[in-house]
């Protein structure tokens, strides 16, 4: 069977950096120096106080699209600090980081609270970007695709995507994010492959075709062209190198190339 293409994505999470000025700068950098016509969907999660400037910025183009980095689930509620889907839908936000390892780890984030997540994305036609991964020692010990298997499955349970519904996951070893190291590119195709049998699994082998699996974790503009090129990674979730908007385009192209 040919393998389906699928149109790569190339996602910036700004994690914690850049206020809203900053925010937009960076918008209008790339902007400036983007193809009129990529081969690539692109977008950029800024930070929630970021997020209204730069969908207002992107409202008239197509070119990137907004994104955020998390979500709680409910609808609204007392709930102090967070920020419920339809107010990320009413802004303009198009996709959603949900369960990144960052959230996992230092706000306790379970595979239940990301699950109620995606399942939420869904009912306010949000696309979720699930982040999966291993910790280092889970690598070590030759229990990556049992974490991966689990944290997708717990991802999808609470309900996967619908026959409308676009479904994006990014794997992400933990041991990779923001360290400079990345796994070799038969370990990356070998999860990726993994994720898609469990996803084919879950909601069928259509689906799976035509789910988007991002790699994250370290990506930079050295190293993009050989992950891309992987047959079942279909973009990069990228972190300290979507700060830099000549770095990034260099990732972009590379996805395209
Ligand atoms: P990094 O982060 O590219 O800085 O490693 C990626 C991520 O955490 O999404």
């Known amino acids: 069977m040919a393998t389906p293409r699928r149109r790569p994505l190339i996602m910036g999470n700004w994690k914690m950096n850049l206020g809203p000025a900053e925010a937009e700068k960076l918008v209008d950098e790339l902007l400036a120096i983007l193809p009129p016509e990529p081969q690539a969907d692109i977008a950029v999660a800024p930070t929630f106080i970021a997020i209204g400037p730069v969908c207002r910025r992107l409202a ?22 967070e920020i419920a889907p339809p107010m990320l839908a009413e802004a303009g936000v198009r996709l959603v980081i949900l369960g990144h390892s960052e959230r996992r780890a230092i706000f306790g984030e379970t595979d239940d609270m990301v699950g109620r997540k995606v399942a939420a994305a869904y009912r306010h036609k949000l696309i979720p970007v699930l982040c999966v991964g291993e910790q280092e020692t889970e690598r070590d010990t030759g229990a990556t695709l049992e974490v991966v298997g689990r944290q997708v499955r717990a991802g999808l349970e609470a309900g996967g995507p619908p026959s409308d519904g ?11 994010i923001g360290t400079g190291r990345t796994p070799t590119t038969p370990e990356i195709q070998e999860v990726h492959r993994f994720i898609r049998d469990e ?21 930079n503009p050295k ?35």
């Open 60 to 81: 008239a183009t197509r070119a990137i699209l907004p994104g955020a980095q998390n979500m709680h689930w409910e609808d609204h509620g007392a709930l102090t600090g």
């Open 166 to 176: 676009d479904l994006v996951l990014a794997y992400e070893p933990v041991w990779a």
């Open 199 to 219: 996803v084919a699994a879950i909601a069928g082998q259509a689906t799976a075709d035509a789910t988007r699996i991002l790699y994250g974790g370290s990506m």
């Open 223 to 257: 190293n993009s062209a050989g992950i891309l090129a992987l047959p079942d990674v279909d973009g990069g979730l990228v972190g300290g190198a979507a700060l830099d908007p000549a770095g990034f385009l260099t990732i972009i192209l590379s996805a395209t190339a």
